[in-house]
T-cell receptor, first 109, second 115 residues
Framework: QKEVEQNSGPLSVPEGAIASLNCTYSDRGSQSFFWYRQYSGKSPELIMFIYSNGDKEDGRFTAQLNKASQYVSLLIRDSQPSDSATYLCAVNSGYALNFGKGTSLLVTP | EAQVTQNPRYLITVTGKKLTVTCSQNMNHEYMSWYRQDPGLGLRQIYYSMNVEVTDKGDVPEGYKVSRKEKRNFPLILESPSPNQTSLYFC???FGSGRGQETQYFGPGTRLLVL
């Protein structure tokens, strides 16, 4: 089984700060990497995807990928209380998509 | 509205009583998938389908069956449910499994309790 590892948290940051979420994966053949956000009791929703090494920015979110280190991260700038949720890292492995267990983020006012 | 729908949303059943959870998408997606989500274990893939009549096992297929007779529908069948299948189930779909097509859209989830 291909592993996707995330720190479960909770990660607590004050409002306006930068939240940094990390993920490592075991399948060196993986090509596609995703970050999903899941509010309690709701279904996951896509935040970003990244395919190439480096940074990809979308609004307050930046995804970073380092394939050599098998590492992907998500930065959330100017964190808001509405960002409080569980963030799931997902990595493709062939036709399957493997998810990490998620990191719980709490943004405190 | 583009969406993935699941039915039922909540289900309480007893051990051994066959049940089906339906999943339907209206986005003409080729790829569909079923996941279960359990506390401390995260989202785990049960089965996926790359297209009509093409399915494959995910990480936790034991005790489940699927079929893909039409592009839009991907039902999950529990032939003889057991208490360890109590979980939150999500259906998801995407345009395909190739790069650039893999973004998965999730249904609202089905909470299953097996007594």
């Amino acid at each position: 089984q291909k592993e996707v590892e995330q720190n479960s948290g909770p990660l607590s940051v004050p409002e306006g700060a930068i939240a940094s979420l990390n993920c490592t994966y075991s399948d060196r053949g993986s090509q596609s990497f995703f970050w999903y956000r899941q509010y309690s009791g709701k279904s996951p929703e896509l935040i970003m995807f990244i395919y190439s090494n480096g940074d990809k920015e979308d609004g307050r979110f930046t995804a970073q990928l380092n394939k050599a280190s098998q590492y992907v991260s998500l930065l959330i700038r100017d964190s808001q209380p509405s960002d409080s949720a569980t963030y799931l890292c997902a990595v493709n492995s062939g036709y399957a998509l493997n998810f990490g267990k998620g990191t719980s983020l709490l943004v405190t006012p | 509205e583009a969406q993935v729908t699941q039915n039922p949303r909540y289900l309480i059943t007893v051990t051994g009583k066959k049940l089906t959870v339906t999943c339907s998408q209206n986005m003409n997606h080729e790829y569909m998938s079923w996941y279960r989500q359990d506390p401390g274990l995260g989202l785990r893939q049960i089965y996926y389908s790359m297209n009509v009549e093409v399915t494959d096992k995910g990480d936790v297929p034991e005790g489940y069956k699927v079929s893909r007779k039409e592009k839009r529908n991907f039902p999950l069948i529990l032939e003889s449910p057991s208490p360890n299948q109590t979980s939150l189930y999500f259906c998801a779909s995407s345009f395909g499994s190739g790069r650039g097509q893999e973004t998965q859209y999730f249904g609202p989830g089905t909470r299953l309790l097996v007594l």
